[in-house]
């Protein structure tokens, strides 16, 4: 039994709770002091997406194994689209892999709010953890997807060129395209609902918009910058240079679309940060 | 040197009603509209910026509250539905931010507004310890070490690896209450989370709060079980549309707050929409009356002569024939416990006056000290006239019901029944 004299002596006070005036009070420490709640977010994620499955993590493998032999024989075979001199197969599946991690990211990040609106509506925890524990636990998947890659590239005879240590600095970007995004559209799916329905067809019109299944040669030079102010461009370009060593890599696209993630990435949070305060009163 | 835990300072929220109808607003209205706020909020404050977009319908769910907790106090937030319990509650614990006013708060905070915040169906007991403990805000190290305990105390080793969603509902709830148990904060915020669970888990639940409460630890616990609160806590707050009306010794706002039970109640029942029928006869008010003395009551004690009283009136001012008159008493969960009737008693009225008041005598309430809700129905002329859900809701306190000055446990106990024992030598 404790003795009263014994309670701990607070000066200071630990919490203070007002409302909110300052615009961008991004409040990293408290995110930090919540990182094993992260951690737990991103495992519950991972724990719970397989159960009661057959295949369980047999889904990871087919889904762009299969998406890639589809577009294979559509685009590479039929349609003939040009592949930049790298074998098809390999050349789409280079784009599937952060094209895959982009959208499962986007789609995950930005249910995240609604899909723990108990939570939101019971506990106190940095908002921003939700969007970021539906980012990353993507990355697991693209992990395996990854080792097939790899097995690709030996069965294919390519070898990859110094280049592939920039890797993780564009999976750091397809990462942030889809935080970005995901930080606007899970912070307004919660009062409009209509933006969980766009997403599977938004991420749909985006793929064609990326070059996922054509190269950024095909598209008509004076359209270039415009088509570069989609980020997954810029990222695909970049996944394409590192892995298969493409001679030119367009570098001009990898900047513009670095800069358009980095004014999505801001506007995100700050508009994230400005909505999360009514989210346990409208969610 | 500060002893506060809490200090609350003139602490405000409102809140914006009809959200449905803003919902069908267009997207691109929202985008324009947070635009604008957000650089209106960056120099004059969110209160202000919120105000501009219709004040008329929004309401305050609490309004310039102020009061401060000490450390090692145990204080009850008692009050009515909707009187902003919940709201302070959601404040303090940071989910909700308040429109304007602030609140200090020093030391670790645990809240545990509901139990199994975050528990997950497809994920077995163990994981769910392990992810509900760090959504309550525990160190992986801390769960570690008290996982045994959490297991021994909720009593479900046998099931510890199984998916929690073939759970019975009793073993998910000990579960969750279980980890929440085993927080251990400085200052602790429980809303009515104690009101689950058959009552031998209650007991549980009550008997881990008042250790948590002797321990020493500052305890905010929001109840509408004031038994609970009488014996738990030593000061009580209520608050009532929002406002702190009575701060005290626990026994004496609980006193407070069934004052103020009956009289609101019996104001608004003519007001009320709720209702069924065709209100050829329309129940009007309604009062708790001694019988002998013939006084209005604030709160009624087990075994006295109760009369509940209607002022009724019919519709279109002519006597009203043939009309049947029923009360159904519901318990705290609202379960049917009895129902009185003009019919039962074989008391039908061929005629009554166009308005007036109708009584029901009941003599030595035999019910236990809690909290009763009631229905209201009439028929006239075989047709349903006047029918309102839980039209009021009284509290029976102790009373000596057996002249023994004793009443019997009341958990699991509905009723009083007067009885006598003897002892013979056979049948």
Request: overall charge neutral; hydrophobic content about 45%.
């Amino acid at each position: 039994m404790t003795e009263v004299s014994s309670f701990p002596d607070f000066r200071e006070p630990t919490v203070v709770i007002e409302p909110r005036k300052s615009l961008l009070h991004l409040d990293l420490k408290a995110i930090w002091e919540y990182r094993e709640l992260l951690y737990f977010l991103v495992w519950r994620d991972l724990k719970v997406r397989y159960r009661q499955t057959v295949i369980g993590i047999g889904w990871v493998v087919l889904q762009p194994v299969l998406t890639m032999v589809l577009f294979t024989a559509v685009f590479g075979n039929f349609a003939k689209i040009p592949s930049d001199g790298v074998p098809y197969p390999i050349f789409t599946y280079s784009a599937l892999l952060p094209w895959n991690l982009f959208a499962s990211s986007l789609a995950r990040g930005t249910e995240s709010v609604v899909g723990n609106a108990q939570l939101i509506s019971k506990i106190y925890f940095p908002r921003l953890l939700l969007p970021i524990s539906g980012i990353l636990s993507p990355t697991v998947d693209f992990a395996i997807s990854f080792v097939i890659f790899a097995a690709m590239m030996i069965w294919f005879r390519t070898l990859p060129t110094w280049g592939v240590l920039a890797l993780p600095l564009f999976l750091i970007l397809a990462l942030l395209t889809a935080l970005a995004v995901g930080l606007w559209l899970s912070a307004l799916n919660v009062r409009y609902r209509d933006v969980g329905h766009t997403i599977p067809f938004l991420v749909q019109l985006w793929m064609f918009a990326s070059p996922v299944a054509y190269p950024v040669s095909l598209v008509p030079e004076r359209w270039r910058v415009l088509y570069s102010l989609n980020p997954m461009a810029g990222v695909i370009e970049g996944f394409r240079w590192a892995l298969l060593g493409k001679e030119s890599p367009d570098f001009e696209v990898i900047i513009i679309s670095s800069m358009m993630v980095t004014t999505l990435l801001i506007s995100g949070v700050v508009f994230f940060k400005h909505t999360e305060r009514t989210f346990a009163d409208v969610i | 040197m500060s002893n506060i835990a809490i200090r609350v300072d003139d602490l405000s929220k409102q809140y914006t009603i009809g959200l449905a109808q803003r919902r069908h607003d267009t997207l691109r209205d929202q985008i324009m509209d947070s635009l604008r706020s957000i650089f209106r909020s960056n120099g004059h404050g969110s209160a202000s910026g919120r105000k501009c977009s219709g004040a008329s319908n929004t309401i305050w769910a609490l309004k310039n509250v102020s009061f401060e907790v000490k450390h090692g106090e145990v204080v009850g937030l008692i009050g009515r539905n909707g009187a902003g319990k919940s709201t302070l509650l959601k404040i303090l614990s940071r989910i909700t931010d308040p429109t304007t006013g602030r609140a200090e708060i020093y030391g670790r905070v645990g809240s545990l507004l509901e139990v199994g915040t975050g528990f997950h169906g497809e994920l077995t007991g163990r994981e769910n310890i392990y992810l509900n403990g760090a959504i309550l805000g525990m160190r992986r190290g801390e769960i570690e070490n008290k996982f045994d305990q959490i297991v021994a105390f909720a009593e479900v080793e046998k099931f510890i690896d199984t998916p929690v969603k073939r759970y019975s509902s009793g073993m998910y709830v000990r579960l969750a209450f279980a980890v929440a148990a085993h927080l251990e904060p400085e200052l602790l915020i429980v809303d009515e989370v104690l009101s689950v669970g058959d009552a031998a888990f209650q007991r549980k639940c009550l008997g881990k709060m008042s250790d948590v409460a002797r321990e020493g630890r500052t305890v905010l616990f929001v109840s509408h079980n004031m038994l609970a609160v009488k014996h738990l806590c030593g000061r009580a707050l209520l608050l009532e549309g929002g406002c702190t009306v009575a701060d005290g010794s626990s026994e004496v706002v609980i006193g407070k707050y069934f004052d103020n039970i009956s009289t609101c109640n019996s104001t608004s029942l003519g007001e009320r929409t709720d209702r069924e029928g065709d209100q050829r006869l329309k129940f009007l008010a309604y009062q708790l009356l001694d019988s002998c003395r013939n006084e209005a009551l604030a709160s009624v004690s087990a075994g006295q002569d109760l009369s509940i009283a209607f002022r009724y009136e019919s519709q279109n001012r002519e006597p009203l024939k043939n009309v049947h008159v029923a009360i159904g008493i519901n318990g705290k969960y609202d379960e049917r416990l009895t129902h009185l009737s003009t019919n039962v008693s074989g008391e039908d009225f061929a005629e009554i006056p166009s308005k007036g008041v109708i009584i029901c005598h009941v003599p030595r309430l035999p019910l236990l000290p809690g909290k009763y809700s009631f229905n209201l129905f009439s028929t006239v002329s075989g047709e349903i006239s006047d029918w309102i859900q839980n039209a009021g809701a009284f509290e029976v306190v102790y009373g000596d019901f057996f002249g023994s000055g004793r009443l019997p446990p009341q958990d699991g106990s509905s009723f009083l029944t007067e009885h006598s024992w003897e002892v013979r030598s056979t049948f």
